[in-house]
């Protein structure tokens, strides 16, 4: 083959080479920024975050019943119900939905028995039941895929108990706004200016 030939498709390979490497760059850095994005857009509250929050609460409780405070159990339940509520809207598992459903009845039982005790005796088994109840939920939600779940303000201040960390709900993630990904052109690559080879 005459070298001229062979200097000439060698030439439009290479060029044809980085351009499509260019290419590749441009596609790999809009492919980070919405990498980013959606990163930070997913650091919002979900069902893993209510979780978090709810072995936290389960803890607090269980904490309030061994001191048999009273105060602290009434306050905790008046807590854990609207974040029960969140999940219940939540599109969760069927059974994480159930569980819900099961603590919030337990909870709604305790909220009607707990006005005018002193001691939690009377109501120990029924708090049990709901501790037990809870952290199968929260095993539940924490096993899952992460959904979106907002949560809900706390409806009363917890009380301080000895010996146990007072739950605290967690912050909304600000929120992203949309930003459009520009469209990057691949850059524009001229061929090199390789004479046509002379015909013999």
Known sequence: MNAR???????????AVVSVMGAGLANAAVADRLESQITTATGQQST?????????????????????????????????????????????????????????VQAAQIERDLPGLTLLAPITGLVTSLLTTVLDLVTSLLGGLPVPLPLPELPLPLPE???????????????????????????????PDVPAPALP
């Open 5 to 15: 030939v062979i200097r000439f498709v060698a030439a439009t390979a290479t060029a």
């Open 161 to 191: 108990v000895p010996g146990v960390p007072t739950p605290e709900l967690p912050v909304p993630a600000p929120e992203v706004p949309d930003v459009p990904v520009p469209d990057v052109p691949a850059p524009d690559v001229p061929a």
């Open 48 to 104: 893993h975050t209510a979780g978090a929050y709810l072995k936290q609460l389960h803890d607090y409780l269980q904490g309030a019943v061994t001191v048999d405070d009273v105060a602290a159990v009434s306050a905790a339940v008046q807590n854990l119900r609207p974040v029960l509520a969140a999940v219940e809207k939540a599109p969760v598992e069927r059974a994480a939905a159930v569980l819900s459903d099961r603590a919030d």
